[in-house]
C-alpha cells in the first residue's frame, strides 16, 4: 500500500475501533441502568421517573422537593399514591419532562411543584438524562428540537450519552441518601438564626416556557396543579413576587410556607440555608398534606 | 595584544568562571558546546572578561555575539 | 471559536484541504492561512481587527527601517526599536492596565480625601492582545540585534503575526524559528499530520479529563473559600494547579497540533513541569514561550545593565524578571505580588545554587532518586502556594483563603468530589505515567509504540475514554483572558 494512503486508512481503524467501544459501553451501560430502581442512586431516580412511576400525587422540582415532601406523610394523610420525583439541580425542563413522561402512562390526581430555582438560567443538572436519549420519547422530543445539530450529533454516541453516569451510580454505592418513594431525609441541623433576603429575579425565558407548558398539560388532562414556595433561611422576595402573580395569571392554588414562623422559631428544623431536615420536612409535608385536603 | 594571547586569557576566565577543568576556546565555539554557559553565566564571564581586559562592552554589542570569535573581535576592537 | 469546538474543526477542515491542494506555491498557501487568521480572529473580536491589521503595518515598516539602519546609523536603529517597543507597551498598558491604574488612583486620592469623579472605564481588553503584541515587540528586538532577518514580505510577517492557532493563546512564537518555515511551500506530510492529530487529542484529553473535571469543584471551593475549612483548602491549592497546567498545557498542545498538520513548527510551551526539581527550573519547563520572552528581552538586558553590582544587581534583575512575567498576566494586584513571590524564591535559589551544588557533590546525591523527589516536592509546593496567589480574585480574597488555615480541619467538602476520584483521578495518573516514561525513558509509550496496533489501539481507548469521562460541555479556557 503507497504510503500517501496509509492514514486514511489507519484513521478508518480507529474510528471502527472507537464505535465498537461505543457500541459495547452502550450495551453495558444500558443494562446496568435498567436494573436500578431510585433507592439508591440518582440516575436511577431519574430512570424511574421518566420510564415506570405512576401514582396519584407527583411531586416535581429540584432539591427542595426531593428533601422537603415526605412521600409516606403524604400518602397517609391524603390517603393516595405519592411519588416525589425532585432531583437536585434541576428545573423547568425537568419537570415538563417528567411531567409529559408521567402523563404517558397514567393521569395523576395532583401534581405539586417546587418552584424555587426552576426558572434559574442554566443547564443544571440537566445532562444527567442524557442517558435516555432514543429510550425515553419527551427527552428525544426535547434533544431534537430545543438543541442545536452539533448536539444532536454528539449524542448519537452511546460513550456521549453515558458520560458523567459512572460516577453516579458509584458516588450513591459509596453514600446512599436511602429514598422513599423519591423522597430523601436529611440529618443534621443548622446553627444560623438570621433570615437572609435578597433580591433581583430574571426568569429565564426558556425555563418559564417550560413552566407554562407545565400549567398547559395539567390543563389539558384536567390535573390539579398547585405551586408551592418551601421554607427557606435564604429567600429571593422578587422571586416570590414573580411566582405569586404567575399562579394569579393561571388560577392555580399556591402554599407559600416561606414567612410561617413554626419552620424558623426552631432553628433545628434546617439542614442549611435552603433545605429543612427530616424533622422540618416532616413538619412541612403535614401542613402541605393538610392545605391540600382543604382545598380539594 | 595579539588573538592567541587573547584566548589564552578567555580560556583561564572560563575555566575560573564556569569552574571547569580546562578548556579550548575556539573561534567557533559557542555557548551550545560549553555545559556550565548559559544565560546567567554569560553576564558572569562578561564582567569577567570587562575586568581582566580593562574594557567595556554595550549591552548591544553582549546581545550580538554568536561564537567566541565575535566575542574576542569586540574585543580586539576596544582595545 | 475555541480548539474543543465542533465549530473550530469545521473551519479547520474548510482551511486545511485547499491549504494542501490549491496552492503551488508559498505566497497562495501563506495568503490563505493569512485570511483565514483574519476570520477566525474576526470571528472572536471583529472590532479589534483593525488594531491587528495596522499594528501588523507598523511594525512591517519598523523592521525593514531598523535593519537599515542597523549598520549604517546605530544611533537611529536603536531609536526605533525603542519606538516600536514603547508602541508595543502602549497598546498593551492601555488595554490591560489603564482601567486599574485610574481605578487605583482614584481610590488613593479618595483615601486622601481628595475627591476624584468615580470613573469606570470600561476598556474591554482585546482577546490574544498579550500574545501578539509580544510577537510584535520581539520581533522588532531581533531586527536591532541581528538575531533574525527583517522580512520583505508583508504576507509572511503578516501571518507570522496573525497565525490563528497561535493567536488567541499562545505559544508565542519567534521570527527566526518561524518566518523561515513560511519560505517554502509545505506539502502533506503523512508524519506530520499523524503528529499533529496526537498532539490535539492529547491536548483534548488533558482538557477535557482532567483541566475541566477538577475546575468546578476548586471553583466553587476558592469562590467561596470563606465557607471552607482548612482540609478542603489544602485538597484545593495543588489540585488547581494541577488544573491550571492541565488547562494551558492542553491548549497549547491542541495549538501545536494544529500547526503541525498544516506542516509548521511551533515553539513548545511546557516541559512536564512538575518534575523540576527547583523553583528556577520550573521556570524553565511552564509556559516556555513566555518565560523565554521575559528573560532574553527584560532579564538579560537588566542582567548586563546590573552586572557590576555583582549578586545584588543579579537578585534586582532576577525581582523584576519575574515581577515582569507576574504582571504580563494582569493588572492585579495579585499578580504582583506573585511575581515578587517567585522572584524572592528565584533569589533564594541562585544565592544557595554554589552551596548546593557542593552539598550534592558531598554526599553523592547526583543520582539519588528520593533526593531527586523530594525537590520536586518542596518545588510543588512552592508553587501550590503561588498558585492559590495567582487565582485569588484580590489581595483580599487570597489572605481571606490563608486565614481559613487557621480555622480549624474538618471532613472535606464532597460536594462533587466523587467526579474527580473517578475520572480525573485515573486521568491525571495516565497523563504523570505518560510524562515519566518521557523524562525518564524518551521512548516508547502506547500512541508512539514502534507496534501499529498498540498505537492505534491506544488512540481508540483516549478518543472514548474522552468522549465518556471529559467534561465536554465546552468549558472556556483560563488563559483566554490574558
Known amino acids: 500500500m503507497p504510503p500517501r494512503f496509509s492514514l486514511p486508512l489507519k484513521a478508518l481503524a480507529v474510528l471502527t475501533l472507537v464505535l465498537l467501544i461505543d457500541q459495547g459501553v452502550g450495551f453495558v451501560s444500558r443494562h446496568v441502568i435498567q436494573g436500578l430502581d431510585d433507592k439508591l442512586s440518582q440516575i436511577g431516580s431519574i430512570q424511574q421517573a421518566l420510564l415506570h412511576k405512576r401514582s396519584d400525587v407527583l411531586i416535581l422540582g429540584a432539591s427542595c422537593a426531593k428533601y422537603h415532601y415526605n412521600s409516606q406523610i403524604l400518602a397517609d394523610s391524603l390517603q393516595m399514591t405519592v411519588e416525589n420525583t425532585g432531583v437536585g439541580g434541576m428545573k423547568a425542563e425537568y419537570s415538563d419532562l417528567v411531567l409529559q413522561s408521567y402523563l404517558e402512562r397514567c393521569t395523576p390526581r395532583c401534581v405539586v411543584i417546587d418552584v424555587y430555582g426552576q426558572l434559574d438560567s442554566g443547564e443544571g443538572r440537566l445532562p444527567r438524562v442524557r442517558p435516555f436519549y432514543g429510550v425515553n420519547q419527551p427527552v428525544t422530543d426535547y434533544y431534537d428540537s430545543e438543541t442545536d445539530w452539533q448536539q444532536r450529533l454528539k449524542l448519537q454516541s452511546a460513550l456521549y450519552r453515558y458520560n458523567g453516569t459512572l460516577d453516579l451510580l458509584l458516588r450513591h454505592a459509596l453514600n446512599a441518601p436511602n429514598r422513599s418513594h423519591g423522597f430523601a431525609e436529611m440529618a443534621g441541623e443548622l446553627s444560623m438564626k438570621d433570615t437572609v433576603v435578597v433580591h433581583h429575579f430574571q426568569p429565564d425565558p426558556a425555563k418559564e416556557r417550560h413552566l407554562r407548558h407545565v400549567v398547559q398539560l395539567c390543563r389539558d388532562h384536567s390535573v390539579r396543579l398547585v405551586f408551592v414556595l418551601s421554607p427557606r433561611r435564604e429567600h429571593n422576595v422578587d422571586q416570590e413576587a414573580w411566582v405569586s402573580a404567575f399562579c394569579r395569571e393561571h388560577n392555580l392554588q399556591l402554599i407559600n410556607e416561606l414567612h410561617v414562623p413554626d419552620y424558623y422559631t426552631e432553628e433545628r428544623l434546617f439542614h442549611d440555608e435552603s433545605h429543612l431536615n427530616g424533622r422540618g420536612a416532616a413538619l412541612f409535608s403535614k401542613r402541605v398534606a393538610r392545605k391540600l385536603r382543604i382545598e380539594n | 595584544m595579539e588573538r592567541t594571547e587573547i584566548f589564552e586569557k578567555l580560556n583561564e576566565i572560563f575555566v575560573d568562571v564556569l569552574d571547569l577543568d580546562e578548556v579550548e576556546l575556539t573561534d567557533a565555539t559557542t555557548a551550545d558546546d560549553i555545559e556550565e554557559w548559559d544565560s546567567l553565566s554569560h553576564v558572569q564571564l562578561v564582567v569577567a572578561i570587562e575586568k581582566a581586559f580593562g574594557v567595556k562592552f554595550t549591552a548591544l554589542e553582549i546581545m550580538k555575539w554568536k561564537n567566541v570569535g565575535e566575542l574576542v573581535d569586540s574585543i580586539v576592537q576596544k582595545l | 471559536m475555541v480548539v474543543n469546538s465542533i465549530n473550530f474543526w469545521l473551519f479547520f477542515a474548510a482551511v486545511v484541504v485547499p491549504y494542501f491542494l490549491c496552492f503551488r506555491g508559498q505566497r497562495g498557501q501563506?495568503?490563505?492561512?493569512?485570511?483565514?487568521?483574519?476570520?477566525?480572529?474576526?470571528?472572536a473580536d471583529w472590532k479589534i481587527l483593525p488594531l491587528l491589521v495596522g499594528v501588523t503595518a507598523v511594525f512591517y515598516g519598523l523592521g525593514l527601517a531598523i535593519a537599515r539602519n542597523n549598520e549604517s546609523n546605530p544611533r537611529r536603529a536603536s531609536q526605533l526599536t525603542t519606538l516600536g517597543v514603547l508602541l508595543g507597551l502602549g497598546i498593551l498598558f492601555y488595554f490591560k492596565y489603564f482601567g486599574f491604574f485610574v481605578q487605583e488612583f482614584t481610590a488613593l486620592f479618595a483615601s486622601l480625601?481628595?475627591?476624584?469623579?468615580?470613573?469606570?472605564?470600561?476598556?474591554?481588553?482585546?482577546?490574544?492582545?498579550?500574545?501578539?503584541?509580544?510577537?510584535?515587540?520581539?520581533?522588532?528586538?531581533?531586527?536591532?540585534?541581528?538575531?533574525?532577518?527583517?522580512?520583505?514580505?508583508?504576507?509572511?510577517?503578516?501571518?507570522?503575526?496573525?497565525?490563528?492557532?497561535?493567536?488567541?493563546?499562545?505559544?508565542?512564537?519567534?521570527?527566526?524559528?518561524?518566518?523561515?518555515?513560511?519560505?517554502?511551500?509545505?506539502?502533506?506530510?503523512?508524519?506530520?499530520?499523524?503528529?499533529?492529530?496526537?498532539?490535539?487529542?492529547?491536548?483534548?484529553?488533558?482538557?477535557?479529563?482532567?483541566?475541566?473535571?477538577?475546575?468546578?469543584?476548586?471553583?466553587?471551593?476558592?469562590?467561596?473559600?470563606?465557607?471552607?475549612?482548612?482540609?478542603?483548602?489544602?485538597?484545593?491549592?495543588?489540585?488547581?494547579?494541577?488544573?491550571?497546567?492541565?488547562?494551558?498545557?492542553?491548549?497549547?498542545?491542541?495549538?501545536?497540533?494544529?500547526?503541525?498538520?498544516?506542516?509548521?513548527?511551533?515553539?513548545?510551551?511546557?516541559?512536564?513541569?512538575?518534575?523540576?526539581?527547583?523553583?528556577?527550573?520550573?521556570?524553565?519547563?511552564?509556559?516556555?514561550?513566555?518565560?523565554?520572552?521575559?528573560?532574553?528581552?527584560?532579564?538579560?538586558?537588566?542582567?548586563?545593565?546590573?552586572?557590576?553590582?555583582?549578586?545584588?544587581?543579579?537578585?534586582?534583575?532576577?525581582?523584576?524578571?519575574?515581577?515582569?512575567?507576574?504582571?504580563?498576566?494582569?493588572?492585579?494586584?495579585?499578580?504582583?505580588?506573585?511575581?515578587?513571590?517567585?522572584?524572592?524564591?528565584?533569589?533564594?535559589?541562585?544565592?544557595?545554587?554554589?552551596?548546593r551544588k557542593r552539598f550534592e557533590k558531598a554526599h553523592h546525591l547526583k543520582d539519588n532518586e528520593l533526593y531527586a523527589w523530594?525537590?520536586?516536592?518542596?518545588?510543588?509546593?512552592?508553587?501550590?502556594?503561588?498558585?492559590?496567589?495567582?487565582?485569588?480574585?484580590?489581595?483580599?480574597?487570597?489572605?481571606?483563603?490563608?486565614?481559613?488555615?487557621?480555622?480549624?480541619?474538618?471532613?472535606?467538602?464532597?460536594?462533587?468530589?466523587?467526579?474527580?476520584?473517578?475520572?480525573?483521578?485515573?486521568?491525571?495518573?495516565?497523563?504523570?505515567?505518560?510524562?515519566?516514561?518521557?523524562?525518564?525513558?524518551?521512548?516508547?509509550?502506547?500512541?508512539?509504540?514502534?507496534?501499529?496496533?498498540?498505537?492505534?489501539?491506544?488512540?481508540?481507548?483516549?478518543?472514548?475514554?474522552?468522549?465518556?469521562?471529559?467534561?465536554?460541555?465546552?468549558?472556556?479556557?483560563?488563559?483566554?483572558?490574558?
Open chain 3, 113 to 355: 480625601g481628595v475627591p476624584c469623579g468615580e470613573r469606570t472605564l470600561n476598556i474591554v481588553m482585546p482577546i490574544g492582545i498579550s500574545f501578539f503584541t509580544f510577537k510584535l515587540m520581539g520581533y522588532v528586538i531581533e531586527v536591532h540585534r541581528q538575531t533574525a532577518a527583517p522580512t520583505r514580505d508583508a504576507v509572511q510577517f503578516a501571518l507570522f503575526i496573525a497565525f490563528f492557532p497561535t493567536i488567541l493563546s499562545g505559544p508565542i512564537d519567534r521570527a527566526a524559528t518561524f518566518l523561515p518555515q513560511l519560505q517554502r511551500r509545505r506539502r502533506y506530510n503523512e508524519s506530520d499530520v499523524s503528529e499533529g492529530l496526537k498532539r490535539v487529542l492529547w491536548g483534548l484529553f488533558l482538557k477535557t479529563c482532567i483541566a475541566d473535571v477538577i475546575a468546578p469543584w476548586t471553583t466553587v471551593v476558592f469562590g467561596n473559600y470563606a465557607h471552607h475549612n482548612a482540609t478542603t483548602i489544602l485538597v484545593a491549592a495543588p489540585l488547581y494547579l494541577i488544573q491550571l497546567y492541565t488547562d494551558f498545557c492542553g491548549f497549547s498542545e491542541m495549538a501545536i497540533g494544529v500547526a503541525r498538520i498544516m506542516g509548521l513548527r511551533v515553539v513548545e510551551n511546557f516541559q512536564r513541569p512538575f518534575f523540576a526539581k527547583n523553583v528556577a527550573e520550573y521556570w524553565r519547563r511552564w509556559h516556555m514561550s513566555l518565560t523565554t520572552w521575559i528573560t532574553d528581552y527584560v532579564f538579560m538586558p537588566l542582567n548586563v545593565a546590573f552586572r557590576d553590582w555583582g549578586l545584588w544587581g543579579l537578585y534586582a534583575a532576577t525581582l523584576l524578571n519575574l515581577i515582569a512575567i507576574g504582571v504580563w498576566h494582569g493588572a492585579n494586584w495579585t499578580y504582583f505580588w506573585f511575581g515578587v513571590y517567585h522572584g524572592l524564591l528565584l533569589c533564594i535559589v541562585t544565592g544557595l545554587d554554589k552551596r
Open chain 3, 374 to 482: 523530594s525537590r520536586r516536592l518542596l518545588t510543588f509546593l512552592c508553587f501550590t502556594f503561588g498558585s492559590v496567589l495567582f487565582q485569588a480574585a484580590s489581595m483580599g480574597d487570597f489572605l481571606g483563603t490563608i486565614a481559613r488555615l487557621g480555622q480549624g480541619f474538618g471532613p472535606l467538602y464532597s460536594e462533587e468530589f466523587s467526579s474527580l476520584v473517578i475520572y480525573a483521578l485515573p486521568a491525571t495518573c495516565l497523563m504523570f505515567l505518560r510524562e515519566w516514561v518521557a523524562e525518564y525513558r524518551r521512548d516508547i509509550h502506547f500512541m508512539h509504540s514502534p507496534n501499529i496496533i498498540v498505537r492505534l489501539v491506544s488512540i481508540a481507548l483516549l478518543i472514548s475514554f474522552i468522549i465518556y469521562a471529559g467534561q465536554l460541555e465546552g468549558n472556556s479556557f483560563i488563559y483566554f483572558q490574558f
Open chain 3, 30 to 43: 501563506n495568503l490563505w492561512l493569512l485570511l483565514a487568521s483574519y476570520v477566525f480572529y474576526g470571528w
